[in-house]
């Protein structure tokens, strides 16, 4: 193969690499949709989707075109630009916070080693971090320009639940910063190495960042910004079409995301206990196309969970959320952080 073509295939790979934080969600959320469906069926003793072909396996797609062949109507009492902009300001950041997340170690292609990072920041915590806390923008505008009561106190809900919840997460990862002595994410994962996966060091943190992460994205038990018994719909009670598929898209983007974190920053991320020594003694591709497989395996299961737990647990009254985000979850994460500062002193790690 002469030169030319080799540099065309690594500029080919490494366009995919940037541009897999978008098409990773919009690839897995339709197998969600489907999955979310075939467990709630399964856990409220029903059947589920079986109508649209084998098992019911084409409904998502049946999903889509619904979205896309419905009448896009904005309320006359809307206001109009910011009704239309809503949807974006809350799809966008969850599509972007993958960016910075190593999906892998290395792939190595006619002799270079090409990194399986979109973009690979020193200050990948904070990136995450600032993106995230963009998502609650989207929310809120969709509440207020909707014009509608219902959308309004949802809209309410979620920047009063943002700001409760994100202080917790934030504070739970101190713990991470501390052990690892870095800001960047792929740092953090070769500090996991063999089996010294931080979940073993932060079991506070850990549970601390996985419930406030179930906050951050809105999901059961954390739904209060939706609240269909209380609230129509919550924030997206006026929308459809595909604006409203965005905002759904929205969400399980901001599922990934927070599974592929808890994964990244306390189950030792692609890594396999001590894959870095038993990985020379393979064939290059395979060890290539392990750490990816193993990241993905890890992610799914924490989706898996999120699932799970929606379909299990009721939902919380509104003051019970807010005193267990500050009467429970902020003391532990406090709590966490004096631990690692313990540990770091005693020299046990």
């Given at each position: 193969?002469?030169?030319?073509?080799?540099?065309?295939?690594?500029?080919?790979?490494?366009?995919?690499?940037?541009?897999?934080?978008?098409?990773?969600?919009?690839?897995?959320?339709?197998?969600?949709?489907?999955?979310?469906?075939?467990?709630?069926?399964?856990?409220?003793?029903r059947i589920g989707p079986n109508r649209v072909g084998p098992?019911?396996?084409?409904?998502?797609?049946?999903?889509?075109?619904?979205?896309?062949?419905?009448?896009?109507?904005?309320?006359?009492?809307?206001?109009?630009?910011?009704?239309?902009?809503?949807?974006?300001?809350?799809?966008?950041?969850?599509?972007?916070?993958?960016?910075?997340?190593?999906?892998?170690?290395?792939?190595?292609?006619?002799?270079?080693?090409?990194?399986?990072?979109?973009?690979?920041?020193?200050?990948?915590?904070?990136?995450?971090?600032?993106?995230?806390?963009?998502?609650?923008?989207?929310?809120?505008?969709?509440?207020?320009?909707?014009?509608?009561?219902?959308?309004?106190?949802?809209?309410?809900?979620?920047?009063?639940?943002?700001?409760?919840?994100?202080?917790?997460?934030?504070?739970?990862?101190?713990?991470?910063?501390?052990?690892?002595?870095?800001?960047?994410?792929?740092?953090?994962?070769?500090?996991?190495?063999?089996?010294?996966?931080?979940?073993?060091?932060?079991?506070?943190?850990?549970?601390?960042?996985?419930?406030?992460?179930?906050?951050?994205?809105?999901?059961?038990?954390?739904?209060?910004?939706?609240?269909?018994?209380?609230?129509?719909?919550?924030?997206?009670?006026?929308?459809?079409?595909?604006?409203?598929?965005?905002?759904?898209?929205?969400?399980?983007?901001?599922?990934?995301?927070?599974?592929?974190?808890?994964?990244?920053?306390?189950?030792?991320?692609?890594?396999?206990?001590?894959?870095?020594?038993?990985?020379?003694?393979?064939?290059q591709l395979l060890a290539d196309l392990i750490p990816?497989?193993?990241?993905?395996?890890?992610?799914?299961?924490?989706?898996?969970?999120?699932?799970?737990?929606?379909?299990?647990?009721?939902?919380?009254?509104?003051?019970?959320?807010?005193?267990?985000?500050?009467?429970?979850?902020?003391?532990?994460?406090?709590?966490?952080?004096?631990?690692?500062?313990?540990?770091?002193?005693?020299?046990?790690?």
């Open positions: 193969m002469s030169d030319a073509l080799q540099t065309g295939v690594v500029w080919a790979i490494q366009a995919l690499i940037i541009l897999a934080p978008g098409l990773i969600p919009l690839a897995i959320v339709p197998g969600l949709v489907y999955v979310e469906r075939r467990m709630s069926a399964f856990i409220q003793d098992l019911g396996l084409l409904q998502p797609v049946a999903d889509a075109l619904k979205f896309i062949f419905k009448e896009d109507i904005v309320p006359p009492h809307a206001h109009r630009w910011l009704y239309i902009l809503a949807p974006a300001f809350a799809a966008v950041p969850a599509l972007c916070t993958l960016a910075v997340v190593p999906l892998g170690h290395t792939l190595h292609v006619f002799g270079r080693e090409i990194a399986l990072i979109a973009a690979d920041v020193n200050v990948g915590i904070l990136v995450v971090f600032g993106l995230t806390s963009l998502g609650v923008y989207g929310i809120v505008l969709a509440g207020w320009a909707s014009n509608n009561k219902y959308s309004l106190l949802g809209g309410l809900r979620s920047s009063a639940q943002m700001i409760s919840y994100e202080l917790s997460l934030g504070l739970s990862v101190i713990g991470v910063i501390m052990l690892a002595g870095s800001l960047r994410l792929t740092d953090i994962v070769m500090m996991q190495d063999k089996l010294n996966w931080f979940v073993f060091l932060q079991p506070i943190g850990a549970i601390v960042f996985l419930i406030a992460s179930y906050a951050e994205t809105n999901r059961l038990p954390f739904d209060l910004p939706e609240a269909e018994t209380e609230l129509v719909a919550g924030y997206h009670t006026e929308y459809g079409s595909m604006k409203f598929a965005l905002f759904f898209l929205g969400e399980y983007a901001a599922m990934i995301t927070a599974s592929a974190l808890t994964v990244t920053l306390f189950f030792g991320g692609w890594q396999l206990p001590y894959y870095l020594e038993w990985s020379r003694h393979l064939p990816p497989a193993v990241f993905a395996f890890k992610t799914l299961f924490f989706l898996f969970l999120m699932i799970w737990v929606r379909w299990t647990f009721p939902r919380f009254r509104y003051d019970q959320l807010m005193d267990f985000g500050w009467k429970v979850m902020l003391p532990a994460a406090l709590l966490n952080i004096a631990w690692t500062a313990v540990i770091i002193l005693a020299g046990w790690v």
